[in-house]
């Protein structure tokens, strides 16, 4: 089975993971901003843009 069908298959699950990485990046540089703020805000768009390439990627629909 090729791998966009099985991530096609389980795109609610890859959905619920994406947007629980997101959150826990948002939470994670809001409580560690004063530390290393270019890092934090660095590491959030990184996981956030990750996040939103494995729901975009399941989304779409295998031929």
Same mark, same amino acid.
Do not use: D
């Given at each position: ?5 099985? $991530? ?5 699950? %890859?959905? %619920?993971?994406?947007? $629980? ?5 948002? $939470?994670?540089? *809001?409580?560690? *901003? ?13 996981? %956030? ?9 399941? $989304?779409?629909?295998?031929?």
């Amino acid at each position: 089975m090729p791998i966009n069908q099985i $991530l096609y298959n389980n795109k609610k699950k %890859l959905i %619920l993971v994406s947007i $629980l990485a997101i959150v826990v990046g948002a $939470l994670t540089s *809001y409580f560690n *901003y004063g530390t290393e703020p270019w890092e934090t805000i660095g590491g959030f768009i990184c996981g %956030l843009f990750f996040g939103m390439l494995i729901i975009f990627t399941s $989304l779409k629909q295998p031929n």
